[in-house]
């Protein structure tokens, strides 16, 4: 059987690559540290994993205006 990497993760699955608590990364979204997730569906909120990947190794220049530092 094929294995399948997600593109999108929850707000939970987000918070455990980032090895945060939930809380913690909804923490740091509300306040702006971190961008905001994308809303696929109604109530369906995701974020891009590969976002998630370039944030934590510094590479975030084209998220300035969604981020405070």
């Known amino acids: ?30 306040e702006g540290h971190l961008p905001p997730g ?6 369906v909120v995701r974020w891009d994993i590969e976002v998630l990947k370039r944030i934590s190794v510094g590479d975030v220049t084209e998220l300035w205006d969604q981020i405070q530092w």
């Not at 094929?2 to 740091?28: G, N, Q, V, Y």
């Open 1 to 30: 059987m094929t294995r399948h990497t997600p593109i999108m993760a929850s707000e939970t699955t987000a918070a455990r690559l980032l090895d945060l608590r939930t809380t913690e990364f909804k923490a740091l979204v509300d």
């Open 38 to 43: 994308h809303e696929i569906a109604p109530g």
